[in-house]
């Protein structure tokens, strides 16, 4: 089993990818809001989940439809 310290170490390594991917789904948002379809590839392709939500339940697909 994991001693305090190695578990300590793991958790905050997931907890910094958990918190990564986060922000990378806040990106692809923003993103795709601004229209700049070429990083919404990029991040869709990074493995940014496609129905990825804001804070208020906004996709990006929504973000983009309501910004033209």
């Known amino acids: 089993m994991f001693s305090r310290p190695k578990l300590f ?3 905050l390594a ?3 990818a958990i918190s990564c991917s986060k922000s ?5 948002i923003r ?8 990083k919404v590839i ?3 392709k990074k493995g940014v989940p ?3 939500k804001d804070g208020l339940g906004y996709t990006a697909l929504m973000k983009a439809a309501s910004n033209g």
């Open 50 to 52: 496609i129905d990825a």
């Open 24 to 28: 990378y789904e806040e990106l692809l």
């Open 14 to 16: 997931m907890s910094a």
């Open 42 to 44: 990029y991040y869709l």
């Open 9 to 11: 170490i793991c958790l």
């Open 31 to 38: 993103t795709a809001e601004r229209g700049d379809g070429e």
